[in-house]
């Protein structure tokens, strides 16, 4: 009789552990999910490292914005792009190039140090300000932004390569976004975009 | 004496015909700035014989490594992969070009400069070779 008062017992909590244990388990699964759905989540108004220093997007408020992710190995997306917004920046007033500026953010602080896309950008355009940050935080911008892309390794002399979308992204005075080039843009689209971004009221 | 003049005929004559079996145009070098480790090569090759030729590697003194590669948009994604060959098949003709493929070159050993000539080697299949000089523009 005791015997058995004492398995019924040891059943129950057997029964409670299993239940803890699932419950656990449940909490925890949803605490992991929420941490991994932040870890993922896109960033707007993010803040990456400048040659001369942290720069957030806030700090251009009140200038129209273009952004561009790339990477300095890439052999022609990335060169034919900035050739083409410097195109179209040299058409602009003194006025108009004081409030622009292209953003240009790597997908690979790997192998991307600051002083050498400072030197790229440059020889395209002084307007084009290099951006570097933690390829994590980076994806998240990107993500942001509708910009994909994703490292693949290669044989041969390249080690690696990164796929990598070329949207051509330009925000508003407000931070916002205004247009998205897509894949294909020139220097007259680019233009005709920088100059309908102008005409909208401060 | 007869058999060395015929030789060097046939050596001569070897060199011309291949020449026009295969004929390069358009071969140019993309402009890149000097903090550029990369750029890349363009050209038309012809194939004037009856049997498909294969590119198989470039050789030229102005980057560590040469890789041929081919360039394609993927899932709106710009995707670049190295190629074991390219194949100009027989009467016909390849145009490496932006976009597509092309000659890649990695390591530049000193930068590229606008309307500079660089030397290269084709090597094609069956040991055949051809000399090509591109021009840097972009």
Not at chain 1, 70 to 98: H, I, R, Y
Request: overall charge negative; proline content about 4%.
């Amino acid at each position: 009789m005791w015997d058995v008062e004492e398995e019924s017992l040891s059943m129950k909590s057997k029964i409670i552990i299993f239940s803890l244990t699932i419950f656990l388990c449940l909490m925890g699964k949803f605490a992991w999910n929420e941490v991994r759905d932040a870890e993922q989540s896109g960033i707007k108004d993010f803040t990456l490292l400048s040659p001369s220093g942290p720069v957030s997007l806030k700090s251009y408020k009140g200038k129209i914005v273009l952004m561009y992710f790339g990477f300095l190995n890439c052999p022609e997306a990335c060169p034919n792009t900035f050739t083409n917004v410097a195109q179209a920046f040299k058409k602009l007033s003194p006025e108009q190039l004081d409030q622009i500026v292209l953003l240009f953010i790597t997908l690979d602080p790997e192998r991307d140090d600051l002083n050498a896309m400072k030197e790229y950008s440059h020889y395209f355009h002084p307007n084009i300000v290099p951006l570097r940050g933690e390829l994590d935080y980076v994806l998240r911008v990107a993500k942001f932004y509708n910009a994909k892309f994703r490292k693949v390794e290669l044989d041969g002399g390249m080690e690696y390569t990164i796929d990598h979308s070329l949207n051509l992204l330009i925000l508003n005075r407000k931070g916002e976004l205004f247009s998205d080039l897509g894949q294909i843009h020139t220097s007259t689209s680019i233009l005709a975009d920088i100059e309908n971004a102008f005409k909208e009221l401060p | 004496m007869m058999k060395l003049v015929t030789l060097m005929t046939v050596a001569m004559w070897a060199t011309l015909s291949l020449a026009d079996d295969l004929e390069i145009s358009k071969s140019v070098i993309k402009l890149v700035p000097p903090a550029s480790k990369n750029t890349a090569g363009y050209l038309t090759i012809k194939n004037n014989t009856d049997q498909d030729v294969k590119l198989l590697k470039v050789e030229s003194d102005i980057a560590q490594v040469i890789e041929l590669h081919t360039m394609m948009m993927e899932n709106d994604m710009m995707v670049m992969r190295p190629v074991e060959f390219i194949l100009i098949p027989k009467k016909g003709e390849v145009e490496l070009k932006g976009g597509g493929l092309h000659v890649m070159f990695l390591g530049l050993k000193k930068p590229v400069v606008k309307g500079g000539k660089v030397e290269a080697k084709l090597i094609f299949n069956e040991g055949k070779t051809q000399r090509v000089h591109f021009v840097v523009n972009d």
